[in-house]
């Protein structure tokens, strides 16, 4: 599966569509403004929220969390021993064993893999696009669940660009 995601440019209160490869809208990102904490919501196309997206009030580290209907799916974090700066760890609720994904690579380039036990789940990608603003997010396992990989897109982008900004605003 492959999702086409316009970069928002504005940040958090901007809302932005996520399309599939045949350019239908699949999701909104819905950016809430005016809101204590960073807040996104994931809906589809009829405006049901399918995962809420919010900043980790109080946390030593930046931390997104991850839910759907109130439940935590994951939590998202940078990690705390990389040598790499860019590598993010995803905490997945619920799991035996602290099951994590990880997502490594050039965040802020948009050029990153997201994967799950040292198998690929995703790649997020602006090469094969033509629009400078866009880039891809192409689902490899079809028993990934888009909507929580696109969630961690959404997650690591915001995290980085917030690191790259100096922390919190």
């Known amino acids: 599966m492959k999702f086409l995601v316009r970069d928002r440019l504005l940040g958090i209160g901007e809302d932005y569509w996520?399309?599939?490869e045949h350019g239908a809208k699949v999701y909104?990102?819905?950016?809430?403004a005016l809101r204590l904490r960073d807040t996104f919501e994931l809906k589809d196309r009829q405006g049901?929220?399918?995962v809420e997206i919010k900043k980790k009030m109080f946390a030593l580290?930046?931390?997104m969390i991850i839910e759907r209907d109130g439940d935590t799916l994951a939590t998202v974090k940078r990690k705390r021993l990389s040598l790499l700066r860019n590598h993010y760890r995803v905490a997945l609720a619920g799991s035996e064993g602290g099951s994590e994904l990880d997502v490594s690579g050039k965040i802020l380039d948009r050029e990153f893999v997201i994967e799950f036990d040292g198998d690929l789940l995703a790649h997020v990608s602006r090469r094969w696009l033509r629009?400078?603003?866009t880039y891809g997010v192409e689902i490899?396992?079809?028993?990934?669940?888009?909507?929580l990989i696109?969630?961690?897109?959404v997650c690591v982008i915001h995290l980085a660009e917030k690191d790259r900004a100096g922390g919190d605003d």
């Open 140 to 147: 490899v396992r079809d028993d990934a669940d888009p909507a």
């Open 18 to 20: 996520i399309e599939d």
């Open 150 to 153: 696109i969630s961690v897109a």
């Open 48 to 50: 049901r929220v399918l």
């Open 28 to 32: 909104l990102v819905d950016g809430k």
């Open 131 to 133: 629009l400078r603003e």
């Open 61 to 63: 580290r930046d931390t």
